[in-house]
């Protein structure tokens, strides 16, 4: 950090000192190999390129992985094909929702594993990633079991010129879209991966998966679990491997049929170019954001500045839809800082496996110098205070306290570009219209809260904000039947409920002449 951003932190405080021990199942899970799943077989990736996997809180190497190779990745593609045609993609849906629980009672089985997994490759705290594991993994594969059955198209008799015409009879079909490429970043791999896997394994795809090279160890569970749930071979296969090479090439492989994407938005770009100029394969895009929460004078202050200082803090702010631009009334504003200061100083930083760890390290010395880049924007820029932050955080591990501007104009750097960290930027507003231009006025539509006891209130800025979502006294809004996804520059397409199901099937009418005619 610069010396200026030294000076203007508090004194260092400690961290929470405890780094427990791996478990020994832990231990013994992680001396095993990781490699790749096509078909039924567990292979090294064949690219000369490895993955080192760090644990980011203790900057210890975890993992070393062989990354696949474009060879690896038509041969998964083709063993997906296979099962599509021969196999999965033949079932009926009653047999395919049998293997969706059989996975939901495995992930439940596992959740303990796979969430400490989860913390020692990605830093999340275990509080947070065993939960991910059950509700947006176990609970997402018995949502969607629940669909397979439920599949249907219509009958109707079409109009023939202005009459209806009882000699025809057409037939809407839904059936699967095919082989779909599933692109996941880093920052909640089992919610992430089961975002895609559930809806389009119910659908009748079968799917190549690629995890992220900055926390890929979940997807061996999900490989694991889904051939003993009985998915016949190649319904999963799975990918490890660099964004730039076998990433790219899912996106322009001609055997893939849809690409399910989440990550930022520079990528989902390249991804949608690269659709577009290969087999035009369908493409849905989980992106950035810059939520905005909207604090209004009315609200129950108590229970508001705890909860908005977590929409951001939470996971260190490496959420997409992390609440990173609090909207404050200006008759509230400073109480409602002097809260989130003091919220933000009391977070417990530290390793994710440490009991009573809030805040966790973020992914990568990369991303921490990224973040203390904007950091520095932050303070160059004209007007906006530093609160809270900007003392260094013990190491190892790629740990940074939550840092809190306030007096921050919607149009600076923090508070239009995505931070993906602890860095919450406080806007003052009076007058309601401009509050929402400003709310708007970024790229990105993903997320964002209201809070006020006023409900009239509330539907009108709800309605007001462009994004996907928007809650009503909580933030995070996130369970297997709601409808997730970005406007504008976060996305498109939905994600989880019955709408994350129809970017895995395709519509088919058959018209039927069913006599001859008087
Ligand atoms: P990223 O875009 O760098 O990487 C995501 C995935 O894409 C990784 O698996 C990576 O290997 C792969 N990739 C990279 N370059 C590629 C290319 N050229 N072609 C194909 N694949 C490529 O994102 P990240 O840093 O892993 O994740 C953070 C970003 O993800 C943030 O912007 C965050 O907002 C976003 N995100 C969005 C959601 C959502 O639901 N909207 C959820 C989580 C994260």
């Not at 200026?4 to 929470?16: C, F, S, Y």
């Not at 999340?124 to 594991?133: D, F, K």
């Not at 008799?157 to 779909?180: M, N, Q, Y």
Request: proline share 6%; with cysteine.
């Amino acid at each position: 950090m610069s010396d200026k951003l030294d000076a203007i932190g508090e004194p260092e405080r400690a961290m929470h000192p405890v780094r427990p021990d791996y478990s020994d199942a832990a231990k013994a899970w992680l001396a095993r190999p990781q490699k790749l799943l096509i078909g039924d077989r567990w292979l090294e990736g064949s690219s000369a390129r490895r993955i080192d996997v760090e644990n980011p809180g203790r900057e210890e190497r975890i993992a070393e992985i062989a990354a696949a190779s474009i060879e690896d990745l038509d041969r998964a593609v083709a063993a997906a094909r296979c099962a599509f045609e021969t196999t999965w993609g033949r079932m009926h849906g009653r047999e395919r929702a049998r293997v969706l629980l059989r996975m939901a009672e495995l992930l439940d089985r596992d959740a303990d594993l796979i969430g400490e997994i989860m913390t020692i490759d990605n830093g999340t705290p275990l509080a947070s990633s065993t939960p991910v594991v059950r509700l947006l993994g176990a609970e997402l594969f018995r949502y969607y079991a629940g669909w397979a059955t439920k599949i249907s198209g219509e009958a109707f008799t079409p109009a023939v010129g202005s009459r209806v015409d009882h000699d025809f009879v057409v037939a809407t079909l839904r059936e699967p879209i095919g082989v779909v490429g599933a692109i996941v970043p880093w920052n909640a791999p089992a919610g992430m991966m089961a975002m895609k896997v559930a809806p389009a394994l119910a659908a009748g795809c079968a799917i190549v998966l690629k995890t992220a090279e900055l926390a890929p160890l979940v997807g061996r569970f999900f490989g694991e679990l889904m051939l003993e749930a009985g998915a016949p071979p190649g319904t999963f296969n799975l990918l490890h491997g660099h964004g730039d090479d076998v990433g790219a090439a899912m996106a322009s492989h001609p055997g893939i049929d849809k690409i399910a994407f989440t990550g930022s938005t520079r990528v989902g770009r390249s991804i949608a170019q690269a659709a577009a100029a290969s087999n035009l394969k369908r493409v849905t895009l989980e992106l950035g954001g810059k939520s905005p929460v909207i604090v209004f004078p009315d609200a129950d202050l108590a229970e508001a500045i705890p909860a908005v200082a977590m929409a951001c803090f939470f996971v260190s702010g490496q959420a997409c839809m992390a609440g990173t631009r609090l909207f404050v009334h200006d008759d509230v504003y400073d109480e409602v800082a002097a809260g989130v200061a003091e919220v933000a100083r009391n977070l417990s930083l530290g390793d994710g496996l440490a009991p009573g760890s809030v805040i966790g390290p973020v992914i990568s010395a990369r991303q921490k110098a990224r973040i203390e880049d904007y950091v520095r924007i932050g303070l160059e820029e004209d007007g906006a205070t530093m609160l809270v932050g900007g003392e260094a955080a013990p190491s190892p591990g790629h740990f940074i306290r939550p840092v809190l501007f306030t007096e921050v104009r919607a149009d600076m750097r923090i508070a239009q570009e995505e931070i993906f960290g602890p860095v919450l930027s406080m806007i003052r507003f009076r007058d309601e219209a401009d509050l929402l231009r400003e709310v708007n006025s970024t790229v990105y539509g993903l997320s964002g809260s209201v809070w006020t006891r006023d409900i009239r209130r509330a539907l009108r800025v709800a309605h007001g904000v462009d994004s996907g979502q928007v809650a009503v006294n909580y933030h995070a809004a996130m369970s297997p039947e709601t409808p997730f996804g970005g406007n504008r520059q976060s996305g498109w397409g939905r994600e989880l409920g019955r709408e994350g199901l129809e970017p895995y099937l395709k519509t088919k009418a058959i018209s039927i002449n069913v006599g001859p005619r008087a």
